[in-house]
């Protein structure tokens, strides 16, 4: 994007509607507003604040302990899970051997 589109003064064109000028006008405005968000977003990529680092490094270690405590709680449900299901064929087999000692002694 050239300068020359951000600086042209609009108004000084006869052969532009209302409409048209407004338009023109906005799109202007638009266009200096994001060349100024641009040198930001620049210089804040070019040098890293410490503060910004020292703030994504708490963020940082809260999210692995976070996905530390997810991962225990996901194994105690597989382990819980799993439990039950052993007492589940045990209670089977108990029902089981109980069922052909009925038969045997009757």
Do not use: H
């Not at 000084?12 to 977003?41: M, V």
């Not at 996901?74 to 109980?98: H, P, R």
Request: glycine share 0%; with cysteine; proline share 2%.
């Amino acid at each position: 994007m050239t300068s020359e589109c951000l600086t042209v003064d609009y108004t000084q064109t006869s052969q532009l509607t209302d409409l048209e000028l407004k338009i023109l006008q906005q799109y202007q405005n638009l266009a200096k507003r994001l060349k100024y968000l641009s040198q930001i977003i620049a210089k804040l990529t070019s040098s890293p604040s410490p503060q910004l680092l020292e703030d994504l490094r708490v963020i940082e270690s809260k999210i692995a302990l976070v996905f530390t405590l997810f991962k225990a709680a996901v194994y105690s449900l597989f382990l819980q899970q799993e439990s039950v299901e052993n007492q589940q064929q045990e209670q089977d087999q108990n029902e089981g051997i109980q069922e052909s000692t009925q038969s045997f002694l009757t």
